[in-house]
């Protein structure tokens, strides 16, 4: 190692904490400090070409480019003042380029000093610091497997599954691993509806109709009185023919319900009015109608009942005519006498209910979603809106806006209007939320909404707390986060220094090894990474893992101890275990547990020296690092 080299290295072991990394990051997109240091530079630049500059042109180049002679059209004399002077870019990349080929001036002609040419060459290569920053396009990011695992996970607290089993691995395109497949896409249909259903409980069943509301067909015609409450005797309708009313469901879940029918009947005949009671063509049950019509009664039939969508009917299966009998003491008809009218049997229903098994108990996951219940004071539709707006704001990792709120409450109305219960809307509602692209997807987080295109925006207080947590917890914000980003502290510098530190103390920090280490080391494949077996049988899967382990624990020990990013290249301890250890030929290591361990070989040292590193990059024969 030259002694250059060690030298610098030595000079920059001062630890550079890995904050200040992010923390000059968000210095450079935060819009305040960036004006603000760009009018320093702008104001240095000006002053320098003014006093010092300017001088010097003056002295070396006025012979040639001045107002009676410029040659090249070249005129510095023009040029009045050092803000001026900053609008001339392309004539001081000319002149750059003609003082690093000594060029100018002429060969011929008096030569400025070596400090001199620097001075002039160092002041045109600062006005390139009076670009606008470039922080480059920002593309639409899809939350990658585990950071949608991660995402779920603290989205959901008290979820215990695992949302991204059975999930494809992210395919890598134009470097990115964040495309959307169909199959992902279905993936995460199942994902939501899995999620949602272990952690919301579905509400105690109670469907009510009246007879009015239900579609009806008698004698084999559609009923048009569906509706009209007028015309349906208030909401009741009566069959004299066969017929059938139909109840559209959708069950949050099978059990034992119990179908509840208000009816009375005229009767005719020896036998009584008699209702079949069915679901999807499938006999429930029969109830014999036995009250009066004047004096409806509620019958009752239980039945079993699957979870999901189906059609409950309540048909009348008896209608008849008998013919009217004369009352008379003879038996026979009398001059005058009105015939009587023949007996019909008839039904009259008055309503249809619906009572499902007892709810099950709401786990503390769902009460935390449920921030409003539907009751006297609060309507179904109003205590939606509080719960979408409360959980849109972190499954978005922003405040939702009104379009996007409302378009989610569009879903809750349609499930509530198909018959749904209040739950079951819900869920429906939060399942359109995690399939939303603004959950999917890291989308116009910076505050870029109108801005021009291809213009630069300053990253907002709810951009930064994102970009945050998916770079160090490859999660969404938590309430501390959030609560800076709604405060607008993260505008600070000073306030996102202290964020991350905080963050980096957290155990979800080691997202960053495994998301961000891994793929950078290349170590994703250590475990199937082809190898002669016969010049190397000791190295088993076990092995294989305990040197993936190695850098990886070397990259966390930089980053949570706040050491010199160097030390990645160079250090003088690495992280062994006892079958790593006799690999290497270093003794003095036992057991499987990997360690701290000092190297004394100034050969080892660094992510670049561990087997891991050297086996990915290496052909099965050979090393080729």
């Known amino acids: 190692m030259s002694g250059r080299l060690v030298l610098a290295m030595s000079g920059a072991r001062r630890a550079l904490p890995a904050a200040c990394l992010v923390v000059l990051l968000a210095c450079a997109a935060t819009s305040r400090a960036a004006e603000g240091g760009m009018e320093a530079r702008r104001a240095a630049a000006v002053s320098s070409y003014d006093h010092d500059i300017a001088p010097l042109l003056t002295t070396w ?19 009045r003042g050092g803000a001026a002077a900053l609008g001339e870019r392309e004539l001081w990349g000319n002149v750059a380029t003609k003082l690093a080929l000594q060029e100018m001036p002429p060969e011929k002609a008096k030569q400025p000093s070596d400090d001199e040419r620097a001075r002039i060459a160092g002041w045109i290569t600062s006005l390139r610091r009076l670009d606008p920053p470039d922080p480059g396009v920002m593309g639409v990011r899809r939350l990658a497997r585990q950071e949608y695992v991660n995402t779920i996970r603290d989205l959901f607290i008290g979820y215990s599954g695992d949302p991204g089993q059975g999930f494809p691995s992210d395919q890598i395109g134009a470097g990115f691993n964040n495309s959307l497949s169909p199959l992902l896409m279905e993936k995460m249909l199942l994902a939501s509806d899995g999620v949602l259903d272990q952690i919301i409980a579905s509400d105690h069943v109670e469907m009510h109709w009246s007879a009015v509301q239900l579609d009806a067909v008698v004698d084999g015609k559609e009923d048009a009185a569906k509706g009209d409450a007028d015309k349906a005797k208030g909401g009741s309708r009566t069959f004299a023919a066969a017929g059938h009313l139909t109840a559209t469901l959708s069950l949050p879940e099978a059990g034992t319900y119990t179908i509840r029918v208000r009816a009375g009947a005229d009767q005719a005949g020896k036998e009584p009015v008699r209702l079949m009671i069915g679901l999807d063509g499938a006999l429930l049950g029969e109830i014999a109608v036995l009250a009066r019509t004047k004096m409806p009664v509620a019958y009752t039939c239980k039945a079993k009942l699957p979870a999901g969508p189906g059609h409950l009917t309540v048909t009348f299966i008896n209608p008849a005519t008998e013919p009217a009998t004369l009352t008379s003491a003879s038996g026979k008809a009398k001059p005058g006498d009105v015939p009587p009218k023949p007996q019909v049997r008839a039904v009259t229903i008055e309503s249809v209910d619906l009572i499902g098994p007892p709810a099950a108990k709401q786990s503390d996951a769902q009460r935390r979603l449920f921030v409003a219940q539907p009751g006297k004071d609060l309507d179904k539709r109003t205590a939606a809106r509080r719960i979408i707006e ?15 709120i409302d378009g989610l409450l569009k879903v809750f109305d349609l499930a509530d209007t198909q018959g749904e219960v209040f739950s079951e809307a819900v869920k429906l509602m939060l399942k359109a939320t995690l399939l939303s692209p603004q959950f999917l997807f890291r989308l116009a987080e910076d505050g870029d909404q109108g801005a021009p295109v291809g213009g630069m925006v300053a990253v907002d207080s709810w951009g930064m707390a994102s970009r945050l947590s998916y770079f160090l917890w490859s999660s969404m914000p938590d309430d501390e986060l959030f609560a800076a980003a709604r405060d607008g502290k993260l505008a600070d510098p000073a306030a996102v220094a202290a964020q991350v530190r905080r963050m980096l103390k957290d155990p979800k920090a080691h997202a960053l090894i495994d998301n961000f280490a891994v793929p950078w080391l290349g170590l994703g494949s250590i475990q199937t990474q082809t190898i002669d077996q016969k010049r190397f049988p000791h190295v088993t899967p076990a092995l294989r893992q305990a040197m993936a382990d190695e850098p990886l624990m070397l990259v966390e020990a930089v980053m949570r101890e706040d050491r010199s990013l160097l030390e990645l290249l160079d250090c003088r301890y690495t992280f062994l275990n006892q079958a790593l250890a006799e690999h290497y030929g270093i003794s003095g290591v036992s057991g499987t547990q990997m360690r701290k361990v000092e190297l004394s070989d100034p050969l080892r040292g660094g992510v670049m020296t561990t087997a891991a590193v050297l086996m990915v990059t290496s052909t099965p024969t050979r090393t080729s690092p």
């Open 390 to 404: 409360a959980f849109a704001a972190r499954a978005f990792r922003r405040p939702a806006d009104a379009d996007e």
């Open 61 to 79: 180049c006025g012979e040639c480019h001045r107002a009676e002679k410029h040659k090249g059209d070249v005129d510095f004399s023009t040029i």
